[in-house]
């Protein structure tokens, strides 16, 4: 079963940033966060990884509070293309071969 | 340009006949998998392997085989013992990586069942 439990689904205005929080209450010392992105009939594709506190990149930013129980996926002004699932993902080493997906987090995002 | 293939994109079986789906990947990964997908779903592990000649089960094996004879190639076959095998079937490498590593998605699968 997927460690990770995320909203089902969340609505946006174009330009506006979204915030996605993922909740791992119990996450493994050596677990890392990551994300993905799914367009529909495609593959996901590798969003941002991280560990603690703030990683980012060209389009998203993630931020991982100390006490990890929780993440946040945040896009910044969003535009229409970028409606999609997004998943939360926590693995580690240890499980290396066993990326577990839940159900992932519809975003919407409307004119 | 590296990556996943994944063929046929479209398949449609009849009832109780077995069928193999193909993923070959060029990106020199050691690892490979194969995901089940329903509509409205995530993801769920059929199968992965490590390293070539290795495989294991994921969550929901019971229906399904697959080999891992070379490492660029990672069939799936999914048998007539499959009770609902129409699904969007995914399959994914990855690198170690720095960290967890990352997963690369082939295109994708889907099989109907007539």
């Known amino acids: 079963l997927a460690k990770t439990t995320q909203p089902i689904s969340m609505d946006s205005y174009e330009g506006q940033e979204v915030n996605i929080t993922c909740s791992h209450n119990?996450?493994?010392?050596?677990?890392?966060i990551t994300w993905y992105q799914q367009f529909p009939s495609q593959g996901p594709r590798f969003i941002i990884q991280?560990?603690?506190t703030k990683v980012t990149n060209e389009v998203a930013s993630l931020f991982i509070p100390a006490d990890r129980k929780s993440s946040t996926l945040s896009l910044p002004r969003v535009s229409l293309s970028d409606t999609a699932v997004y998943y939360c993902?926590?693995?580690?080493?240890?499980?290396?071969?066993?990326?577990?997906f839940g159900a992932g987090t519809q975003v919407v995002v409307t004119p | 340009d590296g990556g996943i293939t994944q063929s046929p994109k479209y398949l449609f079986r009849k009832e109780g006949q077995n069928v193999t789906l193909s993923c070959e990947q060029n990106?020199?990964?050691?690892?490979m998998y194969w995901y089940r997908q329903d509509p409205g779903q995530g993801l769920r592990l059929i199968y992965y392997?490590?390293?070539?000649?290795?495989?294991q089960k994921g969550d929901i094996a019971e229906g399904y085989s697959v080999s891992r004879e070379k490492k660029e190639s990672f069939p799936l076959t999914v048998t007539s013992a499959q009770k609902n095998p129409t699904a969007f079937y995914l399959c994914?490498?990855?690198?170690?990586?720095?960290?967890?590593?990352?997963?690369?998605f082939g295109e994708g699968s889907r099989l109907t069942v007539l």
């Open positions: 994914a490498s990855s690198t170690p990586g720095l960290y967890t590593g990352e997963l690369f």
């Open positions: 119990n996450i493994a010392t050596n677990d890392y």
């Open positions: 991280g560990y603690k």
């Open positions: 993902l926590a693995d580690s080493t240890d499980s290396w071969g066993k990326f577990q």
């Open positions: 990106l020199n990964h050691d690892a």
């Open positions: 392997s490590q390293i070539v000649n290795d495989f």
